[in-house]
């Protein structure tokens, strides 16, 4: 898995997100030559544009395919 991979040795975990966001993610994820070797890349789906995978970017492509009924906020009154 190329997610799992990109995330090894971070703190991130992937148990927050369902697996069908993942697994779509994996599927968008391809390698590209660098002149500092082959990385991991996807097309963001919102800039719409190839992008590096580094391990925050990893989550940040998860959340924005997060269902938003499993979104709560919070608001706090001042």
Do not use: H
């Not at 703190?11 to 990385?39: A, M, N, Q």
């Amino acid at each position: 898995m190329k997610i799992q991979q990109i995330l090894k040795d971070t703190p991130y975990k992937l148990k927050l997100f369902p697996e069908e966001i993942i697994k779509e993610l994996e599927e968008r994820t391809f390698e590209k030559e660098t002149k500092k070797g082959k990385k991991f890349y996807t097309k963001c789906i919102i800039r719409d544009k190839d992008i590096q995978l580094k391990p925050e970017e990893v989550i940040r492509q998860l959340y924005l395919k997060y269902p938003k009924n499993r979104i709560k906020l919070t608001l706090k009154d001042n």
